[in-house]
């Protein structure tokens, strides 16, 4: 009978030993899953920030941009009132041309 409980108590010892050897192996897995997964946020992580910084750079540009275009917009303003100005003066001068010939052909 002694035997007998001292096998048992032997089955049940190396079948503890088999799950705590399960059990390692499921830690080394886990383990490794947690870095693979550290890894794969820590690129996430860099992948992120370096959008970050184009978006920066981005709307740096379109700020530059819409000042440009803004600049621009005041430059054509002003060239169409000269357009303008020059227009008034081409017309006068036409009327006068128009009645100097007019004189002159009166004239001979």
Known sequence: MEEQLLRQIL????????GQEKMAGDIDEIKTDVHSLKAGQRELYD???????????????????????????????RL??????????????????IEQEETLRRVK
């Open 47 to 77: 992948l992120t920030k370096s959008l970050e910084h184009r978006q920066e750079e981005t709307t740096a540009q379109l700020t530059t941009m819409a000042e440009d275009i803004n600049f621009i917009k005041g430059s054509v303003s």
């Open 11 to 18: 089955t049940e010892i190396q079948a503890l030993k088999a």
């Open 80 to 97: 169409e009132e000269g357009q303008q100005k020059t227009q008034v003066v081409v017309d006068a001068l036409c009327r006068r041309s």
